[in-house]
């Protein structure tokens, strides 16, 4: 069945040090969306991606979606606290169901 | 305010008892998700409803039932044949099922069996 897998798992950074974290589908996808998920908290949806290629901004974040429609990636500039929490990306590939990625933990040092 | 509930926040069971975990929406979505998170884990799908008196399984249907007699509801009973129920229950909805919109998560119920 199809498979959304995340890399890193954690990843620790000081504050001010960028951060990536990277999706990556066994199958092709309609479109990828990513959610944060603070520590104790719910996910919360940050955005969707629906075009091959596609790159998206808000404030220090940026997203891609890849030219195959396979794999996205978040980018985060600058961390500040407020950024902890797990990140998660989401496909929908051949089924009518949202696959959720395997999430990436970010850690910010003050 | 518009959003999903969920009750109760923390649940406490022992083992060989039914439990419900309560899920209520009031965005006017049609579609509804339960997801089950362990720690450190990703979101895994239980059960979804699309519409009203119909819902499909998930990955991890096993020892689980839901209905989906009102639009607004969509409980979860945790049963005794599952095996490993301690984990943090999340419900969700979407505008429709087919994966295009975003999902509204509530703020979780966590479970514990012993």
């Known amino acids: 069945g199809q498979q959304v897998m995340q890399i890193p798992q954690y990843q620790h950074v000081q504050e001010g040090e960028d951060f990536t974290t990277y999706c990556n589908s066994s199958?092709?996808?309609?479109?990828i969306q990513w959610y944060k998920q603070r520590p104790g908290g719910h996910p919360v949806f940050l955005i969707q991606l629906v075009k091959s290629g596609e790159v998206k901004k808000q404030k220090r974040l940026t997203f891609q979606f890849g030219e195959a429609k396979k794999n996205s990636s978040l980018h985060i500039t600058a961390t500040q606290t407020t950024d902890v929490g797990t990140y998660f990306c989401a496909g929908l590939g051949g089924t009518d169901k949202l696959i959720f990625g395997t999430g990436t933990r970010l850690q910010v040092f003050p | 305010d518009g959003g999903i509930t969920q009750s109760p926040k923390y649940l406490f069971r022992k083992e060989g008892q039914n439990v419900t975990l309560s899920c209520e929406q009031n965005?006017?979505?049609?579609?509804m998700y339960w997801y089950r998170q362990d720690p450190g884990q990703g979101l895994r799908l239980i059960y979804y409803s699309q519409i009203v008196n119909d819902f499909q399984k998930g990955d991890i249907a096993e020892g689980y039932s839901v209905s989906r007699e009102k639009k607004e509801s969509f409980p979860l009973t945790v049963t005794s044949a599952q095996k490993n129920p301690t984990a943090f229950y999340l419900c969700?909805?979407?505008?429709?099922?087919?994966?295009?919109?975003?999902?509204?998560f509530g703020p979780g119920t966590r479970l514990t069996v012993t």
């Open positions: 965005l006017n979505h049609d579609a």
């Open positions: 199958t092709t996808l309609s479109n």
């Open positions: 969700a909805s979407s505008r429709e099922g087919v994966g295009a919109y975003e999902q509204y």
